[in-house]
């Protein structure tokens, strides 16, 4: 019985070394994932953080529309922010930082509004101002005041004169590479912000090229008009953000609320980076 106790030990011995230099070869295997994720990260991600852009549209409570968050949504997203923390900066804070190569938290961000829908100040602008938050939003200028569904100038001045800054989007919604003609263009692109500046008495800094379509003409007609950027949707080829005339943004949609992780992802910084873009056109 000795005999077998003693020979057994070296046996557990042997097993307890085995074991030992497995944990030296796992702990090493784990150190250079590490490694090799933190040089992915420094080196691969974070060169190509962008700052996202939101985009919403409608506030209200229309039933299989994309383009609209019901109301308690949207402040849920907006509380969202300002519980983790979020800078939520201007646009045009934004577009002067990328020209001046400005690096940004990880945790800042932009909200946008296309149209100009009369439910941006119904629900949108009391949470907005509840949080302090800014945001720019795009009118279609020839639809203000004129159509019971979209902003009157009396709200838009209101708005202003509470920090939220606004953009051209055209006058009349057109898409813009179907346009033809260059009087044409100057008209949708150069007139909304001739309208805007005469209702306001500011300068408008920044459009918005409905649909997200646009081209090089198109982008030089708004270069030309004034604007200092403009912003598309997921058209264009510069995910990284750096040309301030096409800015890619990122369509917020209610689903971003009943599934926080979405929402979290496209606040990362590296949603444009893993999302497929489409053309201008």
Known sequence: MLWVIRNAQPVFTVSRSIMKNILKKTLCIIVILAVI???FNLFYLQPRHVVPILMYHSINYKKDNTLSVKPENFARQMGF????RYKVISLDELVEGIKKEKKFSGKTVVVTFDDGFSDNYTYAFPVLAKYNMPATIFLMTGYIGKKKEYLNWDQVRHMDKSGIDF???TRSNVYLPGVEGSGDLWDEISGSKFDIEKELG???NYFCYPTGGFN??????VKEAGYKG????????????KDVYELNRIKVTNSD???PFHFRAKLSGYYNLFR???SGE
């Open 37 to 39: 994720v933190g040089l």
């Open 81 to 84: 922010l300002n519980k983790h």
């Open 167 to 169: 953009g051209g989007h």
């Open 202 to 204: 500011k300068n408008v």
């Open 216 to 221: 090089e003409t198109i982008k030089e007609i």
């Open 230 to 241: 403009a912003c598309t949707t997921n058209r264009g080829f510069d995910k990284s953000n």
């Open 257 to 259: 609320t009943t599934k």
């Open 276 to 278: 497929s873009c489409r």
